[in-house]
């Protein structure tokens, strides 16, 4: 069972950047792919990015130019390096990770992103 431990949120002003961390307790090299979730009150989980294997990046819209999702095998750590930060994008940001296609396997407990205009 490998865990995903999540840190890097915080409070920033609009405009602001921030780094995410997503550690893992174990080897992310046999992870099919792994990403970040964010949740807003009120409001549906969505996907910001996702990164796999092989290296296809996916990004929402939303985030396009502003985020990058990165991963260092050695370190067992997944990163989100998000830069002009909106009020939108306020939420709690969770970690993923997925062993095959289309399931999610192993999810982090979130970290609190708050962007003040």
């Known amino acids: 069972q490998v865990q995903l431990v999540e840190s890097g949120g915080d409070l920033v002003p609009s405009g602001g950047s921030l780094r995410l961390s997503c550690v893992a307790s174990g080897s992310i090299d046999s992870f099919n792919s792994m990403g970040w979730y964010r949740q807003a009150p009120g409001m549906q989980r969505e996907l910001v990015t996702s990164i796999t294997s092989r290296d296809i990046l996916y990004y929402a819209d939303s985030v396009k130019g502003r985020f990058t999702i990165s991963r260092d095998n050695a370190k067992n750590t997944l990163y989100l390096q998000m830069n002009s930060l909106k009020p939108e994008d306020a939420a709690i940001y969770y970690c993923?990770?997925?062993?095959?296609?289309?399931?999610?396997?192993?999810w982090g407990r979130g970290t609190q992103v708050t962007v003040f205009s």
């Open positions: 993923f990770a997925e062993l095959g296609w289309g399931h999610i396997d192993y």
